[in-house]
């Protein structure tokens, strides 16, 4: 009923930029916060930017200053625009969404994730 697609991802040298794109679709009432993740190998996921309806934003200190989230609420899409990328920024991200939507005559909030767009820092 609710779906995530992420966009955008790709093989970048240091010190390039990646604009991912997150768009939610389905039977969705409100988004609350929205946010990206990501998964290194070996390594547990860990969040690297949300943002919440309002426009507030908050950081992973890795990525502070380097990376810019951002939310068109009437397109239902996030996206995160990531500069001076390094190598150590390689991983898996996926895109998150806290929301509400209808299943049947019930409106249920619950998380969704996308299903991840691989990034690649390399020379």
């Known amino acids: 009923q609710v779906q995530l697609v992420e966009s955008g991802g790709g093989l970048v040298q240091p010190g390039g930029s990646l604009r991912l794109s997150c768009a939610a679709s389905g039977t969705i009432f409100n988004i609350y916060a929205m946010g990206w993740y990501r998964q290194a190998p070996g390594k547990q996921r860990e969040l690297v930017a949300a943002i919440t309806s309002g426009g507030s934003a908050n950081y992973a200190d890795s990525v502070k200053g380097r990376f810019t989230i951002s939310r068109d609420n009437a397109k239902n899409t996030v996206y995160l625009q990531m500069n001076s990328l390094e190598p150590e920024d390689t991983a898996v991200y996926y895109c998150?969404?806290?929301?509400?939507?209808?299943?049947?005559?019930?409106?249920?909030?619950?998380?969704?994730w996308g299903q991840g767009t691989q990034v690649t820092v390399s020379s």
């Open positions: 998150n969404a806290d929301l509400a939507h209808y299943s049947s005559s019930w409106l249920i909030r619950e998380d969704y």
